[in-house]
Each structure stands twice: as C-alpha cells, then as structure tokens.
Nanobody, 124 residues
Framework: QVQLVESGGGSVQAGGSLRLSCAAF????????MAWFRQAPGKEREGVAA???????TYTDSAKGRFTISKDNAKNTLYLQMNSLKPEDTAMYYC??????????????????WGQGTQVTVSS
C-alpha cells in the first residue's frame, strides 16, 4: 500500500516562502517521477511542477521562476520550495505519482496516487 504524506503548509504573507515536503511510504515500484498539484476552493486541480526520471523538471507558468521542485531519492521525499508567494497561490497542495507514460507531465488525469494535501494560505 502506497502512502504519500505532505507537510510544510501554513499561512504566510505575500512575498514569503514555504517549503513543502512529500514523504512516500510503503511499496513503491518507482518514485522517480512525481509532481505537485494544487486546488483552490471552487477551482479544478492544476499542475504546479513535475520531476522526471532524469531529474529534469517541468513547471507551469504560475510556478516558473518562483517555485523549485526537487527530490531526495534516498529518503523517498519530494520537495517544493515556494518563494515570492502571492495570494493567488492559496490552495491545497498535493503530491502525486503518475501512470508511467505521464512521467514528467503536470496532467492531473495521468496521476493515480495522491497524498492527502497540505494547505497553503497567502495573505496580502
């Protein structure tokens, strides 16, 4: 049974930073590919960033230049460093593992293992 556990969310003022973590537990064939998504109230879940098997990364426009995705393979832990946070970044943030052919993408329908989420609230 795979379990993904996010942590690190919280409330910050605009311009602040947060570092999210996602620890993977249980049998996992491969955690080489993982990604971060977010969902604000009343909105669809959207991709934020993904990391591929070779360590290459993909960011959506809203995350480029401000967020950094990284992974510690030895710890089976995924990170998202978020800087220069804006009120529009307020959302529940989820980590996820994809169906293999969606590795490196930020297409939500391609991910079938999800954590429970961690809340990020950015005030102006």
């Amino acid at each position: 049974q795979v379990q993904l556990v996010e942590s690190g969310g919280g409330s910050v003022q605009a311009g602040g930073s947060l570092r999210l973590s996602c620890a993977a537990f249980g049998y996992i064939y491969s955690t080489d590919c993982m990604a971060w998504f977010r969902q604000a109230p009343g909105k669809e879940r959207e991709g934020v960033a993904a990391i591929d098997t070779d360590g290459s990364t993909t960011y959506t426009d809203s995350a480029k230049g401000r967020f950094t995705i990284s992974k510690d393979n030895a710890k089976n832990t995924l990170y998202l460093q978020m800087n220069s946070l804006k009120p529009e970044d307020t959302a529940m943030y989820y980590c996820a593992i994809p169906i293999p052919r969606f590795c490196g993408t930020v297409v939500a329908r391609g991910y079938n293992r999800w954590g429970q989420g961690t809340q990020v609230t950015v005030s102006s």
